[in-house]
């Protein structure tokens, strides 16, 4: 419990010391150094030497000694000075769906100096570990599991490095501005509501073949069993999908009311299964929410347009 009240209170110090911002300079503000393990044990041998030194007042260990504490004051130089100056910059974040992996890319520029082997990004997703060289620019994507729909902004980023001799550690937070939409988890609730040219779930024809018939495709996941040839799979056959050129065309509305029994989040789940079914196959839909109505369409971009009305459902707006 100490620890959990420890870890809240330390994240909240970092969110008032660390601001989301679009693009930022590290400087002496922002970097933090302290000793690696390597670096601990190496302090440990100065004591020692300087303990040797002192007791048997040999100035050959005392000059060893001193050249090593130096040499430790040379590196803290170099380490500061592989962070400092450099520019980070926040670029796009790419929509995901709920527990899919969104993208964030990331531009660094170095300025005047070479910066070595920094490493970037969230402990539990992984690092990556950046060379740039003098007046470089480079661009990272980064990836972080989509934690929630609506707008998700992922934590703040850390950047470390051990350079040059793994003595010290250098890191620093970064809190950037990024901002991903994040769709409901497309969950299949049952059967799509009917379409003109369907009673109770079932295509009027009653066979498979006439005018509109277009082919047969095996089941996959998803598919519509409405539209399943059972006298096939009866006959020990795999198990086909009928498609209809005409059936194409029927305009199908993906309405909120159709699942009363659901909760929130569940039901814009299977909205968002049931869009992008629609638009796998093709059929022009309408998709109605409590005070949002979009009209039948079909498409790429009124997939999105759908799909972004059911992520910001009932989230505090501020998407563009």
């Known amino acids: 419990m100490i620890r959990e009240r420890a870890k809240r ?7 008032q010391r660390i601001r989301p911002v679009h693009q930022l300079v590290l400087q002496q503000n922002r970097i933090f150094i302290f000793l690696s393990r390597t670096g601990l044990g190496f302090l440990l041998l100065l004591l020692v030497l300087l303990f040797m030194a002192i007791n048997y007042q040999n100035n050959l260990i005392f000059g060893l000694t001193f050249w090593l504490f130096s040499l430790l004051m040379v ?3 170099h380490t500061y000075g592989n962070f400092s100056g450099l520019e980070i910059q926040a670029g796009s974040g790419s929509s995901a769906f ?6 964030f890319q990331l531009y660094l520029r170095s300025h005047k100096r070479e910066r070595v082997a920094i490493q970037l990004g969230w402990p539990d997703e992984g690092l990556h570990t950046v060379w740039l060289a003098p007046e470089e620019e480079r661009c990272i994507t980064l990836r972080h599991i989509a934690g929630h729909r609506g707008l998700f902004s992922p934590p703040r980023v850390r950047l470390e490095s051990h350079f040059p001799l793994g003595l010290l550690r250098t890191w620093s937070w970064v809190a950037l501005d ?12 049952g059967e799509l509501p009917s379409a003109p040219g369907e009673v109770d779930g079932e295509a009027t024809l009653a066979e498979p073949w006439g005018d509109d018939f277009a082919g047969f495709h ?13 006298r096939a799979y009866a006959k020990g056959q795999p198990l086909l999908i009928m498609d209809h050129s005409q059936s194409l065309e029927r305009e199908i509305w993906l309405d909120w009311n159709k699942l009363p029994t659901l909760a929130l989040e569940p039901r814009l789940s299977g909205l968002c299964a049931w869009a992008l079914d629609c638009d ?20 790429e971009q ?3 347009r759908c799909l972004k009305a059911l992520a910001l459902f009932d989230v505090e707006a501020g998407y563009e």
């Not at 209170?9 to 969110?15: A, D, G, H, N, Q």
């Not at 709920?98 to 993208?103: D, H, I, K, L, M």
């Not at 095996?218 to 059972?230: F, I, K, M, T, V």
């Open 218 to 230: 095996e089941y996959q996941p998803g598919d519509s069993l409405r539209r399943a040839y059972w």
């Open 178 to 189: 990024w901002r991903a939409l994040v769709y409901p988890a497309p969950v299949w609730p």
């Open 75 to 77: 590196v803290i130089y």
């Open 280 to 299: 796998k196959r093709g059929v022009p839909f309408g998709l109605r929410l409590p005070g949002t109505e979009i009209l039948p369409d079909k498409g």
């Open 9 to 15: 209170y330390w994240e909240s110090w970092l969110s």
């Open 302 to 304: 009124h997939l999105q």
């Open 98 to 103: 709920v527990g899919e992996v969104a993208s």
